[in-house]
Nanobody, 125 residues
Framework: QLVQSGGGTVQTGNSVTLSCVAS????????MAWFRQAPGKERQIVAA????????RYGDHVKGRFTVSRDNAKNTLYLQMNKLEPEDTDVYYC????????????????????WGQGTQVTVSA
């Protein structure tokens, strides 16, 4: 189970942090990611991180502004979102995928089998 927190409404240029707590699994066995999706639109990768936390990758639209991290001792995934823009407004989801190679990144939603409940982030102009 993945339970998200954080998000809300912020002004352009401000920051917000999303959290995702995992339970019922060995957290380090799972690569994680954040996705975003608006109603009627395709799901889009925001950021991915390996199970051991040593590698990350970002969608082009967030490079240099967002940071994904994980605390394996707390079974928690984070997304630090800085310099927010109105175009970042969306529902954000965390996701987990069983990874047999701790150094592997998964940049598409194909294969992710556990999802958080979604968190709305709204950036006002």
């Amino acid at each position: 189970q993945l339970v998200q927190s954080g998000g809300g409404t912020v002004q352009t240029g401000n920051s917000v942090t999303l959290s995702c707590v995992a339970s019922g699994r060995t957290f380090t066995n799972y690569a994680m990611a954040w996705f975003r999706q608006a109603p009627g639109k395709e799901r889009q990768i925001v950021a991915a991180i390996t199970g051991d936390g040593t590698r990350t990758r970002y969608g082009d639209h967030v490079k240099g502004r967002f940071t994904v991290s994980r605390d394996n001792a707390k079974n928690t995934l984070y997304l630090q979102m800085n310099k927010l823009e109105p175009e970042d407004t969306d529902v954000y989801y965390c996701a987990a995928i069983r990874s047999f190679n701790p150094g592997t990144l998964y940049m598409t939603d194909n294969g992710y089998d556990s999802w958080g409940q979604g968190t709305q982030v709204t950036v006002s102009a």
